[in-house]
């Protein structure tokens, strides 16, 4: 499946972003999907995931409560909200799909989109 994640920029912090991760080529239903991110000089983080059985969510602890993953089957996209936005949420975003039901390492993942830039400051 191929993936492209859009809607990054930049944001004062306490503000929102909605990330979108469209999907083409497969049904992006029958994918684990996850939001990852990479900061400067920093390993690629897992944030959130969705699982392909039953839309399970999972979360890292340094956003969960502010950020909410969903998918929109009849569009084929996965969205990330992201709300309460701080400093240090600025990163590179990337979606990414995996053939397992829920994953949340980034060698589980098979397919990535190519990141979209999130900036939080004042």
């Known amino acids: 499946v191929q993936l492209q994640a859009s809607g990054g920029g930049s944001v004062p912090p306490g503000g929102s972003l909605r990330l979108s991760c469209a999907a083409s080529?497969?049904?992006?239903?029958?994918?684990?999907v996850g939001w990852f991110r990479q900061a400067p000089g920093k390993e690629r983080e897992g944030i959130s995931f969705?699982?392909?059985?039953?839309?399970?969510?999972e979360y890292a602890r340094s956003v969960k409560g502010r950020f909410t993953i969903a998918r929109d089957s009849a569009k084929n996209m996965v969205y990330l909200q992201m709300s309460s936005l701080k400093p240090e949420d600025t990163a590179v975003y990337y979606c990414a799909a995996s053939t397992f039901t829920m994953a949340t390492l980034p060698g589980f993942y098979d397919d990535w989109g190519q990141g979209t830039l999130v900036t939080v400051s004042s």
């Open positions: 080529g497969d049904t992006l239903d029958d994918y684990a």
């Open positions: 969705i699982s392909s059985s039953d839309d399970t969510t």
